[in-house]
């Protein structure tokens, strides 16, 4: 069996995540990322009010320093969430989403080296979920065999450039305090750009291939080079 | 967690031996963009070259409208400044500055960090100060914890009037400053946040307070000999405040 034909809507929800329960499950995460960012953006103007609330601010130092956790961490989880349900979209959200609401909620859209470490980290999640989707379903005969692994790539790609996008406006005004984070984030573009032009080039020489089987191109999308 | 072992006679991933090897013919090339599917399941090469083209064209386009970067303030090579354990801050009530900011801890304000820039405002605003600070990219209010100085005038603790940094939350460490308007001039609390890792440390006082001033320098702004607080602190704050006039 080659292959179930997949609604749009089913290929717009597969490219947040193989399964739906865990899609949920990363839907919750990503909220709950969020909103602890703008818990920790707001909560001290909305609970420090005056004299009489200073005895909450401990309590608010706990609620800020929990948000910039989240922020932190979410920039792992996208890549915990891509190899275990694959979904780019919902990958590349994770790290993405809370970093973005914070600095919205500080005004500030400018990019930074925050922005681009975030989105480096959101690209390389997103074209991991690819090749998680495509090891995934390998062998399944409900996988879409060719649809699964290229909608992700049409995902992931324009993350690959944005963040790319980032890191070039970003060029000659580091200090050397965020030197180490930028760098970081370069080589990890540079791996994730790798990747997925890998994959990109697997699913072309399976299109045009004579002999192999439709399956290649899920099966391995980086077998092309 | 898996999907389900497929029954033996669905045949696995096999393809109909029909399906299987052959070129595909050049009628069935991909008319539209997303959805053109040979036998199998399988995309045209013309169809996949578009899905790739669309991609690159859609990031590439996001990338383009990006705004300006705003980067990072030079806090490297701080003049070297030597830390007194032993010195003696000023009370808060002899200078019209703020000396420390401080954090309540049961029941009572304890000094967190120095004062090291300070601002006379004789011919300038405390607004003109934050815009200064806003046009060379610092917004806010970024995640940061609350603070308080000493106000003399009205002979209380005020928590922070205005605040920003390089970076909303400082995944990678950023410049951050807080402000109080006090006794008619302003007191800014200037540090360098370590990579929030996962919580922020103070990497430098030093190397915020000479970015603070060229910044401000930058900006047309004179930048006067410091003024002794006796606040010192580690790492690497000398008990002096910066002074900058317009």
């Not at chain 1, 750009?193 to 999308?221: H, I, N």
């Not at chain 2, 900011?101 to 090291?116: C, D, F, L, Q, S």
């Not at chain 2, 002794?228 to 910066?242: E, T």
Request: glycine residues 14%; charged residues 20%.
């Amino acid at each position: 069996m080659s292959g179930v034909a997949r609604s749009p809507v089913e290929r717009v929800l597969a490219t947040c995540g193989r399964q739906p329960r865990r899609r949920r499950v990363g839907g919750v995460v990503l909220a709950g990322l969020t909103v602890l960012v703008l818990g920790g953006t707001w909560v001290p103007h909305l609970l420090v009010t005056g004299p009489g609330t200073w005895h909450r601010v401990e309590t608010v130092d706990g609620v800020v320093a929990a948000a910039v956790l989240a922020v932190v961490a979410s920039v792992g989880l996208g890549f915990v969430y891509a190899v275990w349900n694959g979904g780019p979209l919902l990958s590349f959200a994770i790290p993405v989403l809370p970093e973005l609401v914070g600095r919205l909620s500080a005004g500030s859209w400018a990019v930074d080296q925050d922005l681009a470490v975030v989105l480096s980290a959101g690209a390389g999640a997103a074209v991991l979920a690819v090749y998680g989707t495509a090891w995934a379903e390998r062998d399944s005969p409900r996988a879409d065999r060719y649809g699964g692994v290229v909608d992700g790539l049409t995902v992931a790609t324009p993350a690959v450039v944005l963040a790319l996008g980032a890191l070039v406006r970003l060029r000659g005004r580091t200090s050397p305090h965020v030197a180490d984070a930028v760098g970081a984030a370069w080589i990890l573009w540079g791996l994730t750009a790798v990747a997925a032009t890998a994959a990109w080039v697997g699913c072309l020489r399976a299109a045009v291939g004579t002999t192999e089987s439709p399956g290649d191109c899920e099966s391995d999308p980086g077998s092309g080079t | 967690m898996g999907e389900p072992d497929p029954p033996e006679d669905l045949g696995g991933s096999d393809p109909p031996e029909d399906l299987g090897g052959s070129d595909p013919p050049e009628d069935l090339g991909g008319s539209d963009g997303g959805g053109s599917e040979l036998p199998g399941g399988r995309l045209s090469r013309r169809t996949l070259l578009r899905r790739a083209g669309a991609s690159l064209g859609v990031g590439g386009a996001g990338a383009l409208a990006l705004p300006e970067a705003t980067g990072s303030h030079d806090t490297s090579d701080p003049e070297t400044r030597g830390v007194d354990a032993d010195a003696e801050a000023l009370a808060e009530d002899e200078v019209p500055y703020g000396v420390w900011h401080y954090k309540p801890v049961g029941g009572e304000m304890r000094p967190t960090a120095p004062i090291n820039v300070v601002f006379p405002l004789e011919a300038a605003t405390f607004g003109q100060v934050t815009a200064t600070c806003r046009r060379a990219g610092l917004a806010g209010p970024p995640l940061e914890y609350v603070r308080f100085a000493w106000d003399r005038d009205r002979e209380r603790y005020r928590r922070q009037e205005w605040t920003a940094a390089e970076t909303a939350v400082g995944v990678s460490g950023r410049l951050h400053v807080r402000c109080w308007k006090l006794a008619g001039t302003a007191s800014m609390q200037a540090h360098v946040d370590t990579a929030a890792t996962p919580k922020h440390r103070i990497h430098t006082y030093s190397g915020a307070r000479d970015a603070v001033e060229r910044l401000f320098r930058e900006a047309g702004w004179t930048v006067a000999d410091p003024v002794h607080l006796g606040n010192d602190k580690v790492p690497d704050h000398d008990g002096f405040a910066s002074v900058i006039r317009r």
